[in-house]
């Protein structure tokens, strides 16, 4: 099968120029002007951009947490990302506590087995006696070349120091990287307790208890241990000036510290969670929303590249029946929300139109860096000869409405109702097929593959 998509505007973090682009078997084989070549496909892209398609490193489908598991599933959680352009998520397997890194994997290779895109995933440690220390290098010989600590979640996902201390050793001679979910647990699970003691239940009280500081804290703390450990440390997440401030100190001082923030940072804020009927649910998720002010500073942030990546963190609960779990207490909601099919549209949207970042600098956050960052370069996260062909023909003009009601995402409400933005992707190409063709789903589950991936070491030298 080949596949010619002619006279786009092709667009990577570096370069921005008309040609056509040549498929075969899955990958780009010919770029150039004007290409005289039969193929058994031809799309027309002029007027158009064509970037490589998106990679969401943050995601959570088919998740246990709170109680319940998140409502999308690697079928609909992919075939959500497509339409939005994203064409590779890197989801996270988790270990549960006294178990076998290998059996968690083999857990998550059976969920992602539904998936329409390719992915990766990343392990979650949440224990590591001497014994599994092993398995660390054992995974990253598998391609999870990533590993996720939390610092908050006592109880459920928190590790302590030494654990994290330990875990950035391995990471150090093992070439792989530390994700880490920096909120100081301790402080917010007696902040939270303090509150529930008073009668403060609404949902209001999630973020109340978890304050910037608690994040400011623990993003200096894992930066210390990664700078003890010898190994560089990827903060998840940032919501705040505070968390971005002392990776900012720390990147100014040399120390390889990365970063990504989401687009519910970006451009919502701690008031959303004071709606009434306790619709300020949809938006409890951790870190939670911050003040307004915080907003433009994480944009300058990524202007500036003290962040480098922007990803989701999906991790969609329904209201009904799952956020309603949290009725009695706010401690109770299931910790997430929406977002892996708006990520290009609300960036584009709100960076490229409004003018905070260039073209280059989104195609960058939403595939470049992400791909770089995570061993997937240069097989994925630009258009060249011999990169897979996932594609997005993106059109600038079209505008839509962002709603529950249209989304693709097996959830009962969006994070993002109303906002109106412009520019979408029109065709999506997974490895050369096209599986997004406006408004028509022609992917398949199952056709996303396992990619294993390479080692930070690998990719930053
Ligand atoms: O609230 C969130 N972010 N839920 C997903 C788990 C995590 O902390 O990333
Ligand atoms: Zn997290
Ligand atoms: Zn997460």
Redesign the pocket.
């Known amino acids: 099968m080949s596949t010619l998509i002619k006279s786009g505007r092709i667009v990577t973090a570096e370069q921005d120029y008309t040609a056509d682009i040549y498929i075969e078997r899955e990958k780009i084989t010919t770029i150039g002007a004007d290409l005289s070549v039969a193929a058994d496909a031809v799309f027309d892209a002029g007027g158009k951009y064509v970037i490589p398609g998106g990679i969401d490193v943050?995601t959570?489908m088919d998740?246990p947490?709170g109680g319940t598991t998140s409502s999308d599933d690697f079928e609909t959680g992919t075939r959500a990302a497509a339409f939005g352009g994203t064409t590779c998520i890197i989801d996270?397997a988790t270990q549960a506590k006294g178990q076998k890194m290998r059996e968690a994997l083999d857990v998550w290779w059976k969920k992602g087995e539904k998936s329409t895109v390719d992915y990766g995933l990343h392990m979650i440690i949440t224990d590591l006696p001497d014994a599994h220390l092993e398995d660390m290098n054992d995974m990253v010989r598998e391609g999870l070349t990533s590993f996720?600590l939390?610092m908050?979640?006592p109880g459920v996902?928190m590790v302590d120091d030494a654990t994290i201390f330990r875990a950035m050793r391995q990471t150090g001679s093992n070439g792989a990287l530390v994700c880490m979910?920096a909120e100081n647990g301790g402080v917010i699970d007696l902040l939270v307790r303090k509150a529930l003691a008073e009668g403060k239940t609404a949902p209001i009280y999630h973020a109340l208890t978890r304050p910037a500081t608690a994040e400011g804290e623990a993003v200096n703390r894992a930066i210390a241990l990664a700078q003890m450990a010898g190994a560089p440390v990827y903060i998840?997440?940032v919501s705040s000036a505070d968390a971005l401030e002392r990776v900012s100190e720390a990147r100014d001082r040399g120390i390889p510290v990365f970063a990504e923030t989401c687009p519910q940072y970006l451009l919502l804020s701690i008031e959303e969670l004071e709606r009434p009927d306790f619709e300020g649910a949809k938006f409890?998720?951790?870190?939670p929303l911050r003040e307004k002010w915080h907003q433009e500073r994480l944009w300058k942030g990524l202007k500036n590249n003290t962040l480098q990546v922007v990803s989701t963190?999906h991790?969609p609960f329904c209201f009904k029946e799952q956020k309603e779990l949290g009725r009695g207490s706010f401690a109770k909601i299931p910790?997430?929300?929406p977002g892996v099919e708006n990520r290009l549209q609300l960036l584009f949207h709100h960076g490229v139109n409004l003018k905070r970042i260039s073209l280059n600098r989104w195609v960058e956050l939403v595939s470049t860096a992400p791909a770089k960052m995570f061993g997937l370069y240069p097989r994925k996260g630009t258009i060249a000869v011999g990169s897979d062909a996932d594609l997005v023909i993106w059109d600038p003009e079209a505008e839509h409405t962002i709603s529950a009601r249209t989304h693709h995402m097996r959830v009962d409400y969006s994070m993002f109702e109303g906002f109106r933005v412009k520019g979408n992707a029109e065709r999506v190409f997974s490895r050369g097929a096209l599986i997004v063709d406006g408004s028509t789903w022609l992917g398949k589950p199952g056709r996303g593959a396992f990619i294993r991936r390479g080692t930070y070491a690998g990719a930053w030298g």
């Open positions: 943050h959570h998740m947490l996270f996720k939390f908050a979640y996902l979910h998840v997440h409890v998720f951790t870190p963190d991790c910790n997430g929300g």
